[in-house]
């Protein structure tokens, strides 16, 4: 039987391994993160809406679960999810986590934002909830959690540290614990605050690390974050934005000139190798080379 991602996931917080998750939105990314040793990966629904142009606030449910799921079908280490405010009231967001379930992805954050969530969440406006009707979605999305499947971890996130300080913050977080969240997601607005949070909560906490964010909020080296007592980090923008500054500039250049100078022609060959190693183009040649090409033409062969 194959082992269910969210098993994996919880295997790796009952032995206290820090998550470095960084965000990506599509299979071949996902492929690269696994390959380079990290624990587990993570889709935003910042990378998501900015890779389809849509913008994060305009996504519908199954434009996070769609490549969510593909990616999980592709990738042997857990995947964690941004499911915003669960796409509606209580009912909503139990569907959102059956769905998810199903999907094959080992856990997601619900947060406190209004639904459907502004554009003007990425100016740093709140728009929190009552914290009643927050508690009401983490306490419904926990029970269709024990209901579909108990291994699968739901994190409780609030956006009101950014407007309403810590200590509310934190309120809101030991109350999800209270109705069966597993792990706890906040904004600390300064250092001071990343370093009380953990402290102040009764839930284990993921930081996220928003490089290039507007606000201030700082950026925080992962093994400070370990001492913090932080149990992972999420990194945003990373995927995103790199291939985003890195693209323009090579495209630049060659609309520019006509030619790219940025990477050698052995770096290509390398690139190109390493991708067709990540889609495992290799054992598509194996089974070709047993079936089919045992048929072709020898004269047809190159």
């Given at each position: 039987m194959i082992e269910r991602q969210s098993t994996k996931l919880r295997k790796l917080l009952r032995a206290k391994t820090f998550l470095h998750m960084p965000s990506?939105?599509?299979v071949i990314g996902a492929r690269l993160v696994e390959s380079l040793g990290f624990e587990a990966v993570y889709i935003g629904g910042y990378v998501t809406g900015g890779s389809t142009a849509i913008t994060e606030p305009l996504l519908t449910m199954n434009e996070q679960i769609d490549p969510a799921r593909l990616?999980?079908?592709?990738?042997?280490?857990?995947?964690?999810?941004?499911?915003?405010?669960?796409?509606?009231?209580?009912?909503?967001?139990?569907?959102?986590?059956?769905?998810?379930?199903r999907g094959g992805v080992a856990g997601v954050h619900i947060e406190d934002a209004l639904y459907p969530k502004r554009a003007h969440y990425h100016k740093y406006v709140v728009h929190g909830v009552p914290l009643e009707?927050?508690?009401?979605?983490?306490?419904?999305?926990?029970?269709?959690r024990d209901r579909s499947d108990p291994d699968f971890v739901v994190i409780a996130r609030t956006d009101t540290c950014r407007a309403l300080g810590l200590e509310e913050a934190s309120r809101r977080?030991?109350?999800?614990?209270?109705?069966?969240?597993?792990?706890?997601?906040?904004?600390?607005?300064?250092?001071?605050?990343?370093?009380?949070?953990?402290?102040?909560?009764?839930?284990?906490l993921v930081y996220v690390q928003s490089r290039g964010n507007r606000d201030g909020r700082p950026i925080i080296p992962r093994k400070d974050l370990e001492q913090m007592g932080y149990?992972?980090?999420?990194?945003?923008?990373?995927?995103?934005?790199?291939?985003?500054?890195?693209?323009?500039?090579?495209?630049?250049?060659?609309?520019?000139?006509?030619?790219y100078t940025g990477m050698t022609n052995a770096e290509y060959v390398a690139s190109r190798q390493a991708v067709e190693d990540l889609i495992g183009r290799d054992e598509y040649y194996e089974i070709e080379a047993k079936t089919v090409e045992t048929r072709q033409p020898k004269d047809q062969k190159s």
């Open positions: 990506v939105y599509n990616i999980a079908e592709n990738i042997n280490i857990p995947l964690l999810a941004d499911a915003g405010s669960g796409w509606g009231e209580p009912i909503h967001t139990m569907r959102t986590m059956r769905e998810f379930i009707e927050f508690v009401e979605k983490v306490e419904y999305s926990c029970k269709e977080l030991n109350r999800a614990a209270d109705v069966g969240a597993d792990l706890g997601l906040l904004f600390p607005r300064t250092r001071e605050e990343a370093e009380q949070a953990p402290r102040k909560c009764r839930l284990p149990i992972g980090c999420i990194e945003a923008q990373v995927t995103l934005c790199t291939e985003f500054h890195f693209l323009k500039k090579a495209l630049t250049e060659l609309r520019s000139t006509g030619d």
